[in-house]
């Protein structure tokens, strides 16, 4: 799922395109993809595009009427990519074709599409009108950016969670997921399953400072992407990243090879050397499998392997 700096860069990579353009069209090519009703899809057409925001993961469009529209009047697209859907810009009025095209927005210059990979229709359209219905989809994470270290601290705190699972909270932090959470745990050398009621003061330090850190550094980098040419290849696997989708690979720190837990959709990676002490922890479906002979170290794993 596009996290923070992705959503970063396609934000960046719309304002040239987008803001100041009236929107001439909106194609739907999935009845499914639109989530609203009221106000009706066709009162946005021939709006301009005043302003673009990130609400958490989402992307919202706001169109004005006129230049004295009031904030409460302003009209909100707001699209949700979820996991599979990704956002495409294209020649103007370009044809919508096949199963995984969604929508279209049409503008003078181009048009911006969207489409999701895979059966499940999970990406989403809404259509709001004024403020109030912006926030009340807000998810209501605090902004790491806007926060201090006491902020980010009682956000995280609220209940005793394992870390991976309070980052990736969007009601409690906002626009981390499953990607940029490894990266951040993996910086600040601290274990996915540790919980947020034990840490000491110099370990929230470090989580803090190596979010911001983290997410400062893929802004930055996508930003800078996004301004040659626009983010067609949104993905949460880079070859850059530290231990996300690295399985097997050999950590950048320290050389010994990333390992993963793996559950429902997702599957977090660490370096049981640089985050856990040495300690392999238990993935699910292998633990199962395993049962009592479940390899506690890495080396017992790698002599697991051997047999």
């Not at 270290?149 to 969670?161: H, I, T």
């Not at 490894?182 to 274990?191: F, G, N, V």
């Not at 070859?239 to 989708?245: L, R, S």
Request: glycine fraction near 8%.
């Amino acid at each position: 799922m596009p996290e923070l700096p992705d959503i970063t860069a396609y934000i960046a990579a719309l304002e040239p395109r987008i803001l100041g353009q009236p929107l001439e069209r909106v194609r739907l090519h999935s009845v499914f993809v639109l989530r609203t009703a009221d106000p009706p899809i066709t009162s946005v057409e021939g709006r301009t595009v005043c302003e673009l925001r990130r609400i958490g993961k989402r992307i919202a469009i706001g169109l004005d009427a006129s230049s004295t529209t009031a904030p409460n009047d302003r009209l909100w697209l707001v699209i949700h990519l979820m996991i599979a859907g990704r956002l495409h810009w294209r020649p103007p009025h370009a044809k919508l074709s096949g199963r995984q095209s969604l929508l279209a927005l049409d503008f003078p210059s181009g048009s911006l599409t969207l489409t999701e990979a895979g059966s499940k229709r999970r990406a989403s359209l809404h259509l709001l009108r004024g403020e109030q219905a912006l926030h009340d989809i807000d998810p209501g994470g605090v902004e790491i950016f806007s926060t201090d270290l006491d902020g980010f601290r009682a956000a995280l705190n609220q209940e005793n969670r394992t870390l991976k699972r309070a980052l990736t909270d969007p009601r409690l932090i906002s626009g981390v997921g499953n990607a940029y959470s490894d990266e951040i745990l993996h910086a600040a050398r601290l274990s996915p399953i540790a919980l947020t009621h034990k840490l000491t003061p110099d370990e929230w330090q470090r989580l803090f400072d190596t979010t911001r850190f983290t997410l400062s550094l893929w802004m930055e980098r996508l930003i800078t992407e996004a301004g040659k040419k626009f983010p067609e290849g949104v993905t949460a696997f880079r070859p850059e990243m530290a231990v996300h989708g690295r399985f097997g690979q050999p950590c950048p720190r320290c050389g010994n090879p990333i390992q993963r837990i793996r559950y429902a959709d997702n599957e977090t990676n660490y370096c049981p050397i640089c985050q856990t002490g040495g300690k392999v922890l238990a993935d699910r479906s292998l633990s199962r499998l395993l049962g009592a002979d479940w390899p506690r170290t890495l080396d017992e794993l790698e002599a697991l392997k051997r047999r």
